[in-house]
């Protein structure tokens, strides 16, 4: 958490500020309460807007990026404030770090950041109508309920709108009580995406929609392979294209602007330019190689984790199982290619698009310009997909660069999925060696895991930790000129399908079924824990004992029929899932279901889980069993969907979801149910053929139907 | 350059383009219906699918010069309140996460069940080849099969 954040958390109160016509507004304060006059000039953070007339509007702070918190955060308002939704409107805020807090899509953290706060401003606020109706009645506040957008007293009743007013004047009261959960009408429920109707009719701007008076749109040329840098170029031929306007260069690139995308796309295959290698062009066979040779060597810096001693349980162990893992680049590939509008002038910048981290984005462009970041805006854009692409902020930065250079006219730049692709950010390569250690009596008394990547890669906390006396987790991070980024569940994605696919070959191993092997290492974790146990091993249990049974796990499903287990536990949140896979006459295997249990606490949006859920898992599966960027002398050789292959509509599994019943608050649901996919997909694929898949993607293998 | 009559969604626009320019971009930076999505210029993803006639084209490798006297149809002129019964049953599953692929999809479902009001799995899997990153396709699935439903 940010110093910010946390200055926030310890001064922030609610507060009410008067609307000029009629209304109210209430919201997080992050002032001090010493100056009231003063406070009733600014519209500090703003959540809810009641007009006269009743209608209600909440504005959603975070960015959305399919992740379905434009209509999660809203129904924890709502639900508080209990007004009717189909009357409620919402409304996307921009970047406003006086208003609101952490104004962020990632971590799937959005929800388990606001679930207290949001609630508390939609009670307050009802609170205060309450009072202004008791008033109005001179009845006990006490004796006064509400009713979808109404407050209600022994048979006479009266709308909010025509409260606002009154409850404008009022002191704001401090800790009012939220709901008790069997008392809530929407959350829980199912509701729709509030964008709907927007999308299906074609009317919802992305930020690659946008267009204003004047604007051009651009695209730019990047270095054709990683270490690589631009020398010069001619733009002759380029300049004369049609539509063209403009060619400048900036850092390592050259801008074409003009009147429309293609033209500027078609203007810059015209430009000639020239690149030199300036560090060393790794083809992805060097980075196997040298990630291998690292794990060849002996850990150099400091275990991430260390408990008991690994050398001592090695030495004296009855049995060694060690298995070697090996993870591809990947592209993020969002649908809506990385684009922003900017419009930067003598000393201001309008930013406007789709941005993951739009505080980040605006800091950077200010620095860039060398203006204060009060006189930048930031409006958030409904995003085309995120995947942790869009926490970067390169994108938004070259709008801006550009922009300037153009002699501050407004810009659109475009990437073509070509740059999307080939010259963004990946999510890292890693190589991982699993070794453990069972003694005599068939225990498990030690585990190693040492990773190289490029960039970060370990969760050193992740199951087993906490259940195996002797532990270690060490790292080498390989330096590469390949810009990485967090994708999907970072770290995560690549820890569970390793973690878990070990897990299988050690119960293998020993002897014991998949499933009580886990559930005996919880027990462990719960009767003496070792070192830091960071999940709750009796909730864990209790999604893998629930998967199993789902799953049919144990049961004959037929004699062509193999199950796959795997569960892993990442943003507070706790999965199992049995893959279910057939195996044909010619012995090729067929993905055929996959059983899914969720334990995020509290399930806000039904409907939007269940989808989050859905998608995490193709995800998962799709990535594990075809995506991968791979370098030829540090030029991707996948820059397209032709040659980069996602998962579409005719191979995905059946899905069943079940989410444990939760009295405790939410955690995160946009990243946990992908990581351990491509693990239960994997232990299925072993126990039908006996082959332990250890390198995505698995379409390499030849196994598949 | 060239001038081009085209008929999108009933209304008649004359553009002047160069006759290599895609259909996609004739649309969405010409003509301003930004309904229509680029996803990847190649058509291999779909978010650009559009209707030529009674056919679900991809747009983005669809040069202007081809499309002739045929009507063109865009998610913005599928229906004239956005209740065709795709969009509807699109609304009612709730299939749309981040959204950005649904236009392209809702065409493709439209087109299939034009010419297939009832289609089977294998006839889905065959038409719904357009890539959805959020990976809605259970939803997709489900929406087609409801839409002879609602």
Known sequence: MSELENKLNRRNFLRITALTGGGLILGFNSLSASSPEQEQSFDLNAFIKIDAKGKVTIMSPNPEIGQGVKTSLPILIAEELDVDWKNVQIQQAGLDTVKYKRQIAGGSGSVRASWDSFRQVGATARQMLISAAAATWAVPAAECTTENGMVLHSGKKISYGELVEKASKLEVPKDVKVKPKETFKLIGQRIKNVDNHAIVTGQYKYGIDTKREGMLYATIIRPPAFGMTLTSFDDTEAKKAPGVKQVLRFENKIAVLGRTTWEVMQGAKKVKAQWKEEGPLESTADYIKNLHALLATSPVDKPRRKDGDITAAFSGAAKVVEVNFDAPFLAHNTMEPMNFFAHVKADSAELYGPIQTPERARSRVAEILNIPQDKVSVMMTRMGGGFGRRLMTDFVEEAAMVSKLAGNLPVNVIWSREHDMGGGYYRPMYSYKYRAAVDKDNKLIAWHHYSAGVGGSASPDSFPAGAVPNLQVDTHVYKSPVTTAPWRGPTHNFIAFSEQSFMDQIAHDMGKDPVTLRLELLELAKSSPVGKVNYEPDRFAAVIKKAAEIGGWGKSKGANIFLGFAAHFSFESYVAQVAEVEKLADGKVKLKKVYCVVDCGTVVNQSGAETQVEGSIIDGIGHAMFAEITLTKGKPDQTNFSTYRMIRLNEIPEIEIHFSKSNVAPTGLGEPALPPAGAALANAVYAATGVRLTSQPFIKSDLFA | ?150
């Open chain 2, 1 to 150: 350059m060239a001038t081009f009559n085209l008929t999108v969604n009933g209304k008649k626009h004359q553009v002047d383009v160069s006759p290599q320019m895609p259909l996609l971009w004739v649309l969405r930076d010409v003509i301003g219906l930004t309904g229509t999505k680029f996803g990847c210029g190649i058509a291999q993803c779909g978010a650009c699918t559009v209707h030529i006639g009674d056919a679900a084209v991809r747009s983005c490798v669809y040069p202007v010069s081809s499309v002739g006297t045929e009507k063109i149809v865009t998610i913005e002129g599928l229906s004239e309140n956005g209740d065709h019964p795709v969009q509807k049953a699109w609304e009612e599953i709730d299939v749309p996460q981040c959204g950005y692929c649904q236009s392209g999809q809702i065409m493709a479902a439209a087109a299939l069940l034009k010419s297939t009001p009832n289609p089977t799995d294998e006839d889905i899997n065959n038409a719904m080849t357009n890539i959805c990153r959020c990976a809605t396709y259970t939803r997709i699935k489900k929406a087609i099969k409801q839409v002879n439903a609602l």
